[in-house]
């Protein structure tokens, strides 16, 4: 597709052209015309552009190579008059094209997430997103993050997480939720604050840089804080003092581990396992996944399930298994009353 500006194919043909034009028009009023060279290329030059001749040249030579020298200029100006154009109209027009048809394709969206803030930590929650299919829009004002989701070809909105408008343009009244990933903790809290102010059901998962912004974010209403620093520091004293297990939890939750998935699935009351247990739905057997954690609909996570563990309606089961395993254990707990 054509760019904005000129590419160096045509720029290399109007260099071109133009040196052929003068150069041949020189030297043919040179010798014509008994002219010197500055002379002579003043005339070309002028009768190029379509300025005028300061004498009219005598014989029939001179006149036929003047009438080339104007009919070059005219394709030379004209080509280039095209192209400046059809730059502009690209420009224009194209640009406008493209943002209708993103917005478009925003506004289709549905269940996706919001990540607000495309610098280093947002675009490494991107590449998880992308990598799970999850669909998301990148909000992010500055030009450097932008550019970052052209290159990744991600949806995005040039506008801030602080405007209103903003957030509804990365389609807020129908995310999931939104990753709110800024370098700076006053941005995160009020973008916290903004959103669960119009959606208290959206899922806020925002980036802190200290404790105290974590404590702040979480009154905000954010429901998960990641502190990076902190984090980071946690792990490299463990990975110090019990190395081969660091290196063990970190491989079983990072994408470099296709072979052992975690998984959230949610206990409806159509799937006909509320009021069952996880024995007597015999899940290990049917489907080789183990259930390692069981997120109560009131909020409190149960870690380390039993067989005689009781699933009630709006529980959150977590997974454990091989994909194929985990697609078994989807399938159980599909709408369809197979449990049953």
Not at 310 to 339: C, Q
Request: a negative charge; hydrophobic letters at 40%; proline letters at 2%.
């Amino acid at each position: 597709m054509k760019g904005d500006g000129f590419t160096r194919r045509e720029v290399t043909i109007l260099v071109v052209a133009m040196v052929v034009v003068f150069a041949g028009g020189t030297a043919g009023f040179m010798h014509l015309l008994h002219e010197s060279w500055h002379e002579a290329l003043y005339r070309t030059i002028v009768t190029a552009s379509l300025t005028g001749l300061d004498s009219t040249p005598h014989g029939l030579g001179a006149e036929l190579l003047t009438i080339g020298v104007v009919l070059s200029g005219v394709a030379i100006f004209g080509y280039f008059a095209a192209q400046i154009f059809d730059s502009i109209a690209h420009s224009v027009l194209g640009g406008a094209w493209r943002e209708k048809k993103r917005r478009n394709m925003i506004d289709q969206l549905r269940d996706h997430i919001i990540v607000c803030g495309y610098g280093r930590v947002g675009r490494r929650a991107g590449e998880e997103l992308r990598e799970a299919g999850v669909p998301y829009v990148v909000l992010d004002f500055s030009e450097e993050a932008l550019e970052h989701a052209r290159e990744d070809d991600v949806l995005f909105v040039d506008g801030s997480g602080s405007e209103d408008d903003d957030l509804l343009q990365a389609g807020l009244d129908r995310a999931r939720g939104i990753l709110v990933a800024s370098d700076d903790d006053g941005d995160n809290l009020y973008i916290t604050l903004s959103v669960k102010s119009r959606r208290p059901d959206a899922i806020v998962i925002a980036r802190g840089s200290s404790e105290e912004a974590e404590r702040k974010l979480k009154l905000a209403g954010a429901d998960r804080v990641v502190t990076p620093y902190t984090t980071a520091g946690r792990v490299m004293a463990q990975l110090m003092i019990k190395p081969q297990v660091t290196s063990f939890v970190n491989a079983m939750i990072s994408s470099e581990a296709p072979e052992l998935n975690f998984e959230e699935i949610e206990v409806t009351s159509s799937c006909g396992a509320a009021g069952q247990t996880i024995g007597a739905l015999s899940i290990s057997t049917k489907t080789g996944a183990n259930i390692v954690a069981v997120r109560r609909h009131g909020g409190a996570l149960e870690l380390r399930p039993t067989k005689d563990t009781l699933l009630e309606e709006s529980d959150v089961i977590v997974g454990l298994g091989s994909p194929a395993e985990i697609k078994k254990l989807e399938e159980m707990f599909e709408a369809r009353g197979v449990l049953g």
